[in-house]
């Protein structure tokens, strides 16, 4: 496919096309991470602010993703699979996830603050966990739907938070 | 490439190659299976007893494929690819990854039962976190060679392990 066919079908002039994107490569790269970007809306962590608010956003993001157009994970892999050879979108994908686990840091700190998230692991370390067991859960729904991973959120969910002093 | 070329820069007989593998399509899946299956061998889990134990086995393995040969995590990033189209490489994916995570659970309810992991979650919920934890890592840790997997995976060791009554 070309950028002049890609043009085409989304009906519009070819010159907006190639005035936007420095070739294929680019368009496709770009492409993948606004997909990647709507997929796990930023903006919709930042509003968190409480470990008990962040687990259902998660089991949401993953029941949402588990069971959407396969056309949109389709583009989520092809992406993973790509960064391989592409080091500017790897860079991309990689920053990306560094604001993430800034968010989860941020979040873990202030309930580490207010007792809720024990103090025994690091906010960055904790962050990097959360946001890569998501990920992870995400790609073993996508292997094996029947996997119950709503309840291995919540099972983070209690090992996050603080066990009651008894 | 066909059967034919695969037999030849194997040095053995095309015939071989057409007898064991019904086309290419299955030696390819073949192939990344027998990956997947080299990169978390399932005979080191199933050594494994205890928590303290399994921490570093899956920060060693972390370790190990994130600094290993790009061929062998490109096989495992194309077994997830093609996984979306071929459902009996999907299948064969999710077997493997229910055998993980069976072990995962007898381990953690072990753990739960000598009162060193808290019974506040299922041993099939946390053994499901923890399996997806460990990809999610090498995950990320692919993209961004930079992050510290092996603070995670001791953070994670600290949340399952039951902290001390004081």
Known sequence: MTTRAIAERASVPHGSVSYHFR???ELLTEAALYTVEHMFPLGELEAVETLADLMPLITTWLGTLDSTDPALTGVLMEAMRESERDNP??????????????LLADLVHAEQHRDVVPSGATPAALATLIAAAGDGLLLHALLDPELD???????????????PTT
């Open 23 to 25: 070739g294929k490569q």
């Open 149 to 163: 991973v709503a309840e291995a959120v919540t099972a983070m969910g209690t090992l996050l938070g603080r066990p």
């Open 89 to 102: 979108l790897r860079h991309r994908l990689a920053t990306m996830l560094r604001d993430y686990r800034r």
